[in-house]
């Protein structure tokens, strides 16, 4: 039995009720989350896992990374458990819970995770001070997220320049941080985990090959229409209209590009609890 494949037991969480999830749930947000596998989210934390580990992955979103790993709202749940059914992973269990007030006793799991979730939440260093516990001893709170203010993209693009100005002030309002990778580490040692216990990594994400180019734009170019994020931005006064079509277009134009190339820098921990 492969690593990935031997996880016991999974959990995916949804947003807390606290948490403001910057995008949503749009079709164009899923699209671009259901991208996201084991290996190219991850990869840090692969070589940790042994078989029959309990392995909690905290914000699941449509499940890609936690069918990998085992072989949101309840739509997206739903979501996560037609994928494993389709990947024909029956190890996992989904179910809704509240990060900064987990339900699981202490010392449940092996290894507890979450991808791209601590720039959503309100509190990050409470959602660790409850991460950490429910980790056994010996186990491993291990947590990825992106920093968006580290992004990078050529050829330039005043349209893709505003829309990370304005995601920034949009997740900020919603109570989150975008630049959430460089402040893990910080975010751990707060929470009371040891600089002994805590390994910080980084790692990208490119995009440069023309089929990447075309997924990537086209997720981006809906999104700043149709998702959460293009409501709040419009509601909040950070955007018009018309910034939200110069950013699609933007990205439109940007893709089109033969030289265009996008660049995103994550920050990693792994928490090793004694």
């Known amino acids: 039995m492969s690593k990935i494949a031997s996880a016991a037991l999974m959990a995916g969480f949804a947003k807390t009720a606290e948490a403001v999830h910057t995008h949503g749930h749009h079709e164009s947000v899923l699209r671009s989350h ?53 990947q024909g992973v029956t190890n996992i269990t989904y179910a809704m ?45 291990a947590a990825r997220d992106t920093d968006f203010e580290a992004m990078t993209w ?29 402040r893990l580490l910080s975010w751990a040692l707060a929470a009371g985990i040891l600089k002994a216990q805590i390994t910080a990594t980084a790692s990208t994400w490119c995009y440069s090959t023309p089929e990447e180019i075309t997924w990537w734009t086209s997720t981006w170019a809906d999104r700043v229409l149709s998702s959460e994020f293009a409501t709040s ?11 939200l079509d110069a950013m699609s277009q933007g990205w439109k134009t940007w893709g089109s590009q033969p030289d265009a190339w996008f660049g995103l820098l994550h920050g990693e921990i792994l928490c090793r609890k004694v």
């Open 233 to 243: 931005a419009l509601e909040r006064g950070f955007a018009t209209q018309e910034d």
């Open 97 to 141: 819970d509240d990060v900064l007030a987990l339900s699981f006793p202490d010392n449940s799991f092996d290894v507890v995770h979450a991808h791209q979730v601590l720039q959503h939440v309100p509190d990050p260093i409470l959602a660790l001070k409850e991460m950490f516990p429910v980790a056994k001893p010996g186990g491993i709170v």
């Open 154 to 182: 050529f050829p330039e693009s005043r349209g893709i320049a505003l829309w990370r100005k304005t995601h920034q002030q949009v997740a900020r309002s919603n109570g989150g941080q975008p630049d959430a990778g460089r």
């Open 34 to 86: 259901s991208w996201r596998t084991a290996q190219n989210s991850c990869a840090y934390l692969l070589s940790s896992l042994t078989p029959n580990m309990r392995i909690l992955d905290v914000g699941c979103g449509p499940g890609t990374i936690t069918a990998d790993l085992a072989k949101a709202p309840e739509d997206v749940l739903q979501k996560a458990r037609d994928h494993a059914a389709a």
